[in-house]
């Protein structure tokens, strides 16, 4: 029997993993899911969770009971890619004949000095929490949130509204919301205004302390906590197993999303670099979930003795909540450029509320549906060129 094992249960492994039950007979394959922990990390979250609020608590095995999955609890180590087996805890290994490499990506900690010692991190469930403990022992204080895209963006309102008693400053290079278009932007900043946070673009933060950061012209903010949002990280892991990886260690993908270098695995998520028409896709659960359900796809094919179907992609927005009562949805051009229409206010936080909530219905829907899933694959994506 053909063994597939999913290394990674976040949102594109476990849309990866209920992809393919729903898909499969009974006999064709075994699935193995690996991930350390047991809970999902609901990461388009985590900005609630640095804030204090408290989540779901969404299991892995309860949502994959029943469908013959079965689910490792532990770390990946290593991949032989010859043997074609994967460690787990340095302790043992899996064997696969189709690997799906699910292992996401974190912010970069390790370019300005100070960011591994003295920052805070969304990098996980666990970093969130220990900053909100923190926040929760401040009575007054400065918070600096370093980055200036999507994440820190959420994270400084979310702070900021969670946390009157404390005054929020983001620190950015770009102009905050840069990438939207010009009224969604202004709408933007009006919304941060209003909850207080304080915007400051076009800083380079050279240096982290314990008591705040040294921007390169000398000035230092100081801050009883500093979140670090900005670059991009992931696992090392597939670079040491010999596969083709870009410069920022992502598994180069041919047009079917298999490793270049070794066809038997598929790399989706924020793990994989994916050239579409428009350049390298970069991660979002947007474009992640549909990467991972054409894996899916193109690995029952290749089971029925079928070549894997050509992967395409168009963005369609850039949700951003600011707190829990307000935010702007902006819409997009298939290659994330923005288009004419935003949504703001009550409408934008219901918008933003349904796109956080539907992965894990999906993943219910795909189990019992998995049509859901091959319309996504079978069309191939929304048209990008
Ligand atoms: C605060 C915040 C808000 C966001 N909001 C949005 C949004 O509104 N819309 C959007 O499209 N995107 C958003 N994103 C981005 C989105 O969360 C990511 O693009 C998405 O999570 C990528 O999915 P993934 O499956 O590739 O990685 P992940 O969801 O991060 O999953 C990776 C999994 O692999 C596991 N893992 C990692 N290393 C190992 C290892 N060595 N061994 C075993 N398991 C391992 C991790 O524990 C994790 O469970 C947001 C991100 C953040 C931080």
């Not at 890619?81 to 994967?86: E, F, G, S």
């Not at 979140?227 to 990886?245: E, F, H, K, M, Q």
């Amino acid at each position: 029997m053909n063994e597939i094992l999913i290394l990674g249960a976040g949102y594109t492994g476990m849309a990866a993993a209920t992809g393919l039950v729903g898909r499969l007979k009974h006999g064709d394959a075994h699935i193995t899911i690996v991930n350390p922990q047991a809970r999902f990390t609901e990461r388009l979250r985590l900005h609630q969770t640095a804030s204090g609020q408290t989540l779901a608590d969404l299991q892995i095995p309860d949502q994959l009971e029943g469908t013959g999955v079965d689910f490792v609890q532990g770390w990946v180590t290593g991949i032989d890619a010859d043997a074609q087996t994967v460690r787990i805890d340095d302790a043992y290994t899996l064997r696969y004949d189709t690997l799906v490499y699910a292992l996401g990506s974190v912010a970069e900690t390790d370019t300005v000095p100070g960011v591994d010692e003295f920052a805070y991190t969304l990098n996980s469930a666990q970093d969130a929490t220990l900053l909100a403990d923190h926040l929760a022992r401040l009575a007054d204080g400065t918070v600096v949130v370093a980055g200036g895209g999507l994440t820190g963006i959420e994270s400084a309102a979310e702070i900021a509204e969670q946390h009157p008693e404390l005054d929020v400053v983001l620190l950015s290079r770009q102009v905050p919301g840069s990438m939207m278009g010009e009224k969604a932007r202004a709408r933007l900043h009006a919304g941060l205004e209003r909850l207080g946070v304080q915007v400051r673009s076009g800083v380079e933060i050279v240096k982290v302390m314990s008591d705040g950061v040294a921007l390169d012209d000398g000035e230092v903010v100081e801050a009883q906590a500093v979140l670090w949002t900005t670059g991009v990280r992931v696992s090392p892991i597939a670079a040491a197993a010999g596969l083709d990886v870009d410069d920022r260690g992502r598994i180069v993908t041919d047009e079917s999303l298999r490793s270049v270098t070794h066809p038997n695995v598929y790399a989706v998520g924020d793990a994989a670099a994916i050239r579409q028409g428009y350049g390298v896709m970069h991660g979002t659960c947007q474009s992640g979930i549909p990467t991972a359900l054409h894996a899916a796809g193109s690995i029952v094919r290749e089971l029925k003795g079928k070549q894997p179907k050509k992967f395409r992609f168009g963005y369609v927005h850039q949700p951003v909540s600011l707190g829990r009562n307000d935010g702007v949805i902006q819409f997009t051009h298939a290659d994330d450029s923005p288009g004419r229409f935003y949504l703001a206010g009550r409408w934008a936080v219901a918008y933003k509320e349904t796109v956080s909530s539907s992965p894990w219905t999906t993943y219910r829907l795909l189990k019992v549906l998995p049509a859901l899933g091959a319309a996504t694959w079978r069309r191939g994506g929304r048209s990008t060129r």
